[in-house]
């Protein structure tokens, strides 16, 4: 079991450019997020998909879209990359999402620079 | 917004020595998780403890909870080089079931 997976693991992006994030895993999880750690802080959610069919806003969804395309795959879109979208961005996974506990399993990150 | 703040921001020590980190967070839980990251890689999951749950142990690890003063600590005992890692709290709220993170404890063991 390959886990989560992301792809690119990097990239370099000019101002204004789009480009999407690929996640993927393999659990059979009901539940998939979206992260950006920088420097100095810690991760804070873009997005996040309960189960397959629904997506909502976390913290920071501002300048991204996402789609559940199916139980495996969850996708970022940055429409119109900014400077400040310069971050590594981790994809989990859940095996549910609510008031049961539930521990998240991380992709190893994809590292975006914008220019 | 950040809720959990770990402290130390950054630990060093000599190998076989303990580390303890904490955290502290504002609103309430409905649990606190404690992840691990290597350097360039993603974060892996290391124990959870629920908010009516005081203590939990898991190998060399030990996490308390303290609801009242909104804090935890995560313990490792006899840590080795591969130790070496940043380490962050996250708690999930009770409101949205969200993951907030604090912005990590840097711990460095040496040999």
């Known amino acids: 079991n390959a886990g989560v997976t992301q792809t690119p693991k990097f990239q370099v992006l000019k101002t204004g450019q789009s480009m999407t994030l690929q996640c993927a895993q393999d659990m059979n999880h009901n539940s998939m997020y979206w992260y950006r750690q920088d420097p100095g802080m810690g991760l804070r959610l873009i997005y996040y998909?309960?189960?397959?069919?629904?997506?909502d806003k976390g913290e920071v969804p501002n300048g991204y879209n996402v789609s559940r395309l199916n139980k495996r795959e969850f996708s970022l879109r940055l429409e119109s990359a900014a400077p400040s979208q310069t971050s590594v961005y981790f994809c989990?996974?859940?095996?549910?999402?609510?008031?049961?506990?539930?521990?998240?399993?991380f992709g190893p990150g994809t590292r975006l620079t914008v220019t | 917004s950040q809720q959990g703040e770990e402290d130390p921001q950054a630990l060093s020590i000599q190998e076989g020595e303990n580390a303890t980190m904490n955290c502290s967070y504002k609103?309430?839980?409905?649990?606190l998780q404690w992840y691990r990251q290597n350097s360039g890689r993603g974060l892996v999951h290391l124990i959870l403890?629920?908010?009516n749950e005081r203590e939990k142990h898991s190998g060399r690890l030990r996490v308390t909870l303290d609801t009242s003063k909104k804090s935890s600590s995560l313990l490792i005992t006899a840590s080795r080089a591969a130790d070496t890692a940043s380490y962050f709290c996250?708690?999930?709220?009770?409101?949205?079931?969200?993951?907030?993170w604090g912005a990590g404890t840097k711990l460095i063991i040496k040999p």
């Open positions: 996250a708690t999930m709220r009770d409101s949205n079931y969200q993951l907030i």
């Open positions: 989990a996974s859940s095996e549910g999402f609510g008031q049961v506990s539930y521990e998240q399993y």
């Open positions: 403890i629920r908010s």
């Open positions: 609103t309430s839980i409905n649990n």
């Open positions: 998909s309960a189960s397959e069919g629904t997506t």
